[in-house]
């Protein structure tokens, strides 16, 4: 466990409550990513209802609602999420166990041909052995207790059978087949099937987030060669935010993607540069608040690992206070975040 | 600049943005807003809106001044407050959304005589930039079919107010001889509006008064990590809320007029006020602070940094002084 509390107090009113149906853009760059904000967004839904020892940083008053999230990610593995969350002292797979929790992998097959999936549906018919149905039936009851296999439940048990002990909290993998939108809309169907299979467990006062790490990646790694643009990927995101309650967005910032293409600069720019920065500037216009992290302008420091502007978005109301802080990133993962001239 | 010209300004000028904003005499049929991230459209909309409901309630004759307002989002995904009727056009081809606003007005055999309609695009950037949207997209004609529906029946005066994101790039062009949708749209338009931030204006106000290089905020900075650099440090102390507005109206005549106006935050007024609430920028006293009075107009010598500041008679007594002294 870390000596700071997982919350810093000075971020806890940005990190748990969302209001509804609203846009948080985080930015990150590559000097700065954005890993340790997600956790603690991840950290501020999900430790209230269940690990009571961890929740020193939330106030306990509104603990009416569940919150759960679901998180797809595209640059970062599960592996990578379940060993971060778990310093913070959040059981990622535990809480995939109790439905409280979904991860969308859309980086380790997202343009691989969907084997394990396509194996398993077509197995069944071809296989007739009886050897093989009733193996996959057997793990099934002894893994109960443990680890809770219906969060894999979509997933026909051959599969299941066949995956690692660590593969167990994802929910489902993305494929990326076809061009275009009809690609995009299956990924969304795929997104939102895990959204609903989650919903299926809720109470009305339940409150399901939405965080979606880097979808820049899916535009950069396609792009209007592939018939998706700016537009398309925008779109794409505001069909999800219908499903849920709020929505997080991850995106990089850095400096060659967002003014590369700007008005003012020059006329080169590249599809990617043009692409990305209309994506994630059109985004900005939607969100309530955009958090900004980058590094310290006056360059490295031993104890600041760098800036976070916490903003007005577009569709910002007036409740949202803007701030600038400082935070540092400790070796055991630890986050303070204090303001400027303060330690 | 001459009073007597400001206070005809003055006049002129404000009972033309209350006439724009408050749709008077179809005054302007398109309406372009120009926002960037630095400063947001979303207030203003919610003040055309607020105005559009404030007029219904407040007029007597109920039936000739009530706007019925149409949000067509492109961004927004939820009704905002005021709005009547709400197209999602996310998704959606234009022509669907032409259908489906006109649509979503009450036919006007049941509404009486003319009512006026307004139709607000929250951001048009998405369509013009669409690849759904096939080549044969024209946005002219699809804003015409949007202000003038093709039924004869309707017939409301509509004025549209399109919003577009200034600082979202476009696509390059398809057609390297057609003109570029924002210069179509600045064509086409009958005002335009741009929108800054009040705080950014003094900014760079003060920064012309010094002959300095004028500050630039957010994108334009072009710092890495650097989407918004809109932290309103001058919030809490209430001083340089609000919005500018840089209007270009385009009469009839075909004579333009140029205005910097400035738009209090919501908060400062109530929902219901009819009273003007938009103000030139030249009369804001931050923006143009009160000169100093003349204090006194005889006092005509000039006066040296050195300054003692002895009355007459103290240096009369000095004067006269110095002698019995020595």
Same mark, same amino acid.
């Given at each position: 466990?870390?000596?700071?509390?997982?919350?810093?107090?000075? /971020?806890?009113?940005?990190?748990?409550? +969302?209001?509804?149906?609203? /846009?948080?853009?985080?930015?990150?760059? $590559?000097?700065?990513?954005?890993?340790?904000?997600?956790?603690?967004?991840?950290?501020?839904?999900?430790?209230?209802?269940?690990?009571?020892?961890?929740?020193?940083?939330?106030?306990?008053?509104?603990?009416?609602?569940?919150?759960?999230?679901?998180?797809?990610?595209?640059?970062?593995?599960?592996?990578?999420?379940?060993?971060?969350?778990?310093?913070?002292?959040?059981?990622?797979?535990?809480?995939?166990?109790?439905?409280?929790?979904?991860?969308?992998?859309?980086?380790?097959?997202?343009?691989?041909?969907?084997?394990?999936?396509?194996?398993?549906?077509?197995?069944?018919?071809?296989?007739?052995?009886?050897?093989?149905?009733?193996?996959?039936?057997?793990? +099934?009851?002894?893994?109960?207790?443990?680890?809770?296999?219906?969060?894999?439940?979509?997933?026909?048990?051959?599969?299941?059978?066949?995956?690692?002990?660590?593969?167990?909290?994802?929910?489902?993998? $993305?494929?990326?087949?076809?061009?275009?939108?009809?690609?995009?809309?299956?990924?969304?169907?795929?997104?939102? /099937?895990?959204?609903? +299979?989650?919903?299926?467990?809720?109470?009305?006062?339940?409150?399901?987030?939405?965080?979606?790490?880097?979808?820049?990646?899916?535009?950069?790694?396609?792009?209007?060669?592939?018939?998706?643009?700016?537009?398309?990927?925008?779109?794409?995101?505001?069909?999800?935010?219908?499903?849920?309650?709020?929505?997080?967005?991850?995106?990089?910032?850095?400096?060659?993607?967002?003014?590369?293409?700007?008005?003012?600069?020059? +006329?080169?720019?590249?599809?990617?540069?043009?692409?990305?920065?209309?994506?994630?500037?059109?985004?900005?216009?939607?969100?309530?608040?955009?958090?900004?992290?980058?590094?310290?302008?006056?360059?490295?420091?031993?104890?600041?690992?760098?800036?976070?502007?916490?903003?007005?978005?577009?569709?910002?109301?007036?409740?949202?206070?803007?701030?600038?802080?400082?935070?540092?990133?400790?070796?055991?993962?630890?986050?303070?975040?204090?303001?400027?001239?303060?330690? | 600049?001459?009073?007597?010209?400001?206070?005809?300004?003055?006049?002129?000028?404000?009972?033309?943005?209350?006439?724009?904003?408050?749709?008077?005499?179809?005054?302007?049929?398109?309406?372009?807003?120009?926002?960037?991230?630095?400063?947001?459209?979303?207030?203003?909309?919610?003040?055309?809106?607020? *105005?559009?409901?404030?007029?219904?309630?407040?007029?007597?004759?109920?039936?000739?001044?009530?706007?019925?307002?149409?949000?067509?989002?492109?961004?927004?995904?939820?009704?905002?407050?005021?709005?009547?009727?709400?197209?999602?056009?996310? *998704?959606?081809?234009?022509?669907?959304?032409?259908?489906?606003?006109?649509?979503?007005?009450?036919?006007?055999?049941?509404?009486?005589?003319?009512?006026? *309609?307004?139709?607000?695009?929250?951001?048009?950037?998405?369509?013009?930039?669409?690849?759904? %949207?096939?080549?044969?997209?024209?946005?002219?004609?699809?804003?015409?079919?949007?202000?003038?529906?093709?039924?004869?029946?309707?017939?409301?005066?509509?004025?549209?107010?399109?919003?577009?994101?200034?600082?979202?790039?476009?696509?390059?062009?398809?057609?390297?001889?057609?003109?570029?949708?924002?210069?179509?749209?600045?064509?086409?338009?009958?005002? %335009?509006?741009?929108?800054?931030?009040?705080?950014?204006?003094?900014?760079?106000?003060?920064?012309?008064?010094?002959?300095?290089?004028?500050? %630039?905020?957010?994108?334009?900075?072009?710092?890495?990590?650097?989407?918004?650099?809109? @932290?309103?440090?001058?919030?809490?102390?209430?001083?340089?809320?609000?919005?500018?507005?840089?209007?270009?109206?385009?009469?009839?005549?075909? *004579?333009?007029?140029?205005?910097?106006?400035? @738009?209090?935050?919501?908060?400062?007024?109530?929902?219901?006020?009819?009273?003007?609430?938009?103000?030139?920028?030249?009369?804001?006293?931050?923006?143009?602070?009160?000169?100093?009075?003349?204090?006194?107009?005889?006092?005509?010598?000039?006066?040296?940094?050195?300054? @003692?500041?002895?009355?007459?008679?103290?240096?009369?007594?000095?004067?006269?002084?110095?002698?019995?002294?020595?």
């Amino acid at each position: 466990m870390p000596s700071q509390p997982p919350l810093p107090p000075l /971020l806890t009113p940005y990190l748990s409550s +969302q209001p509804e149906s609203s /846009l948080t853009l985080v930015s990150s760059i $590559l000097g700065a990513t954005s890993n340790w904000l997600v956790l603690r967004f991840l950290h501020a839904s999900l430790s209230a209802s269940s690990n009571s020892n961890a929740s020193f940083g939330l106030e306990e008053s509104h603990n009416g609602s569940k919150k759960k999230v679901v998180l797809v990610s595209f640059l970062r593995s599960w592996e990578f999420w379940r060993a971060e969350a778990k310093r913070l002292g959040l059981d990622l797979a535990r809480l995939a166990g109790q439905k409280q929790f979904a991860f969308v992998d859309g980086l380790s097959e997202l343009f691989c041909a969907p084997q394990a999936e396509t194996a398993a549906t077509i197995a069944p018919p071809n296989a007739g052995s009886p050897a093989r149905t009733t193996l996959p039936l057997r793990p +099934q009851p002894g893994a109960v207790p443990g680890r809770g296999p219906s969060s894999v439940a979509p997933v026909p048990n051959n599969s299941y059978a066949a995956r690692s002990q660590s593969e167990l909290g994802i929910a489902k993998k $993305l494929h990326f087949s076809g061009r275009g939108i009809g690609a995009l809309d299956a990924l969304e169907r795929d997104i939102a /099937l895990v959204i609903q +299979q989650q919903r299926s467990t809720m109470d009305d006062s339940d409150e399901l987030l939405l965080i979606i790490d880097q979808p820049d990646f899916l535009l950069a790694a396609t792009g209007p060669v592939m018939g998706i643009g700016a537009t398309e990927m925008a779109e794409w995101l505001s069909a999800l935010q219908q499903n849920v309650h709020a929505t997080i967005v991850t995106l990089a910032a850095d400096s060659p993607l967002i003014h590369n293409a700007s008005t003012s600069g020059n +006329q080169m720019a590249a599809p990617v540069e043009s692409e990305h920065a209309a994506f994630a500037i059109s985004l900005a216009h939607r969100a309530r608040s955009v958090m900004q992290l980058r590094t310290l302008e006056t360059g490295a420091a031993r104890d600041v690992s760098g800036v976070l502007r916490i903003s007005r978005g577009g569709g910002a109301d007036d409740s949202l206070d803007e701030r600038e802080l400082l935070y540092y990133i400790q070796r055991d993962g630890g986050v303070t975040v204090f303001g400027r001239g303060e330690s | 600049m001459a009073p007597v010209n400001l206070s005809h300004r003055r006049t002129h000028n404000l009972l033309l943005i209350s006439k724009l904003l408050s749709l008077r005499d179809t005054a302007s049929p398109l309406t372009l807003l120009q926002d960037s991230l630095e400063q947001p459209a979303t207030p203003l909309i919610r003040e055309y809106i607020r *105005r559009a409901k404030a007029s219904s309630c407040n007029s007597v004759d109920q039936l000739l001044s009530k706007v019925h307002v149409t949000l067509i989002g492109l961004e927004t995904l939820k009704q905002p407050d005021g709005v009547d009727a709400f197209v999602s056009a996310c *998704r959606k081809s234009p022509t669907d959304i032409v259908k489906e606003v006109a649509a979503v007005y009450p036919s006007s055999a049941s509404a009486g005589p003319s009512k006026r *309609r307004l139709i607000i695009i929250d951001a048009i950037n998405p369509l013009i930039s669409s690849k759904r %949207v096939d080549a044969g997209f024209h946005l002219p004609s699809f804003l015409g079919s949007l202000i003038a529906p093709t039924s004869p029946t309707a017939k409301a005066d509509s004025s549209l107010v399109v919003n577009y994101h200034q600082d979202v790039p476009g696509l390059p062009q398809q057609n390297p001889y057609s003109p570029s949708p924002l210069s179509m749209l600045t064509y086409l338009a009958t005002s %335009v509006i741009t929108l800054h931030s009040f705080s950014h204006i003094l900014a760079r106000k003060a920064a012309r008064d010094r002959s300095l290089v004028a500050p %630039v905020f957010g994108l334009e900075e072009e710092q890495e990590g650097v989407l918004l650099g809109r @932290l309103d440090k001058l919030r809490g102390t209430n001083a340089a809320e609000g919005i500018v507005l840089e209007l270009e109206h385009r009469r009839k005549s075909g *004579r333009g007029v140029l205005e910097w106006y400035i @738009l209090p935050p919501a908060s400062r007024f109530s929902p219901q006020q009819v009273k003007e609430v938009v103000t030139l920028l030249d009369d804001n006293v931050l923006y143009n602070p009160p000169m100093e009075p003349d204090t006194n107009a005889d006092d005509e010598e000039p006066k040296s940094t050195f300054e @003692l500041g002895l009355t007459e008679r103290q240096r009369r007594e000095r004067e006269g002084g110095r002698p019995a002294l020595l």
